[in-house]
């Protein structure tokens, strides 16, 4: 049996150390002066003529190392994330018990989160023109960033895989006639919800961090995004 490949010798293997995502520097500038947008520009010039093979090469030349160091959990995204999910929510559970599944992509509810956060910004009165305040500060910052674009996409695709749970209880209803209320439901959907986000919070070092965690699946979606 031959030997396993090791590192420096026939092939390149990745390293399961995760890449820091904080330490990308722009040579001849200070790295506090470097926006998002340079360090996107600089990375896609470096990876012009790369080979995608693992999940590390997506991670280094694919994935750009951008942090706007804007603010992630704001009002608009609170509001467009939940709008989000109770639609793909409501289509995904109707389309359940049809014959023809109809599934709605995640480059769709980035594109509609992109055009329905961009006319907020434009419509809705600014901190800078009114005197209230708080629109500023929560409903609003100004035009749609990374971070708050990302979390209304991931709370609404998020909300597309509820039909696995209601399933139990639509099982429990028709072959077994036990009552449900309303009140269970719901609570019994979001306790789920919540346990498996914790769930993956502790898988988290294995499942997201590692160089290799790369799911190929989202990266029409991460792309669009970026």
């Avoid at 010798?9 to 040579?27: F, H, L, N, Q």
């Avoid at 012009?48 to 590390?56: E, S």
């Avoid at 951008?66 to 389309?95: E, K």
Wanted: overall charge negative; glycine content about 8%; hydrophobic content about 45%.
């Amino acid at each position: 049996m031959p030997d396993p490949p090791t590192h420096g010798v026939g092939i390149v293997v990745s390293t399961p150390e995760p890449i820091d995502e904080k330490a990308v520097t722009v040579p001849g500038k200070d790295t506090a002066q470097v926006s998002g947008n340079e360090l996107f520009v600089e990375n896609a010039c470096d990876s012009a003529d790369a080979v995608i093979i693992t999940g590390a090469d997506v991670a280094s030349h694919i994935l750009p190392m951008r942090d706007d160091f804007d603010p992630t959990l704001t009002f608009r995204a609170a509001i467009l994330g939940s709008g989000l999910a109770a639609f793909l929510a409501v289509m995904t559970q109707i389309y359940t018990f049809k014959p023809t599944q109809v599934n709605i992509s995640g480059v769709f509810l980035v594109l509609v989160s992109y055009f329905i956060g961009t006319a907020w910004a434009k419509f809705l009165p600014r901190g800078d023109r009114s005197e209230a305040r708080w629109r500023e500060q929560n409903g609003q910052v100004g035009l749609p960033c990374l971070k708050e674009h990302s979390i209304s996409v991931i709370t609404a695709t998020a909300a597309g895989y509820v039909t696995d749970d209601t399933a139990v209880f639509a099982a429990q209803k028709l072959f077994y006639d036990l009552p449900l209320s309303a009140p269970t439901v719901i609570l019994g959907i979001i306790s789920i919800g919540l346990f498996g986000c914790g769930l993956c919070g502790f898988m988290r070092f294995f499942a997201v961090w590692d160089v290799e965690a790369v799911y190929w699946g989202s990266l029409p979606v991460v792309k669009t995004l970026q």
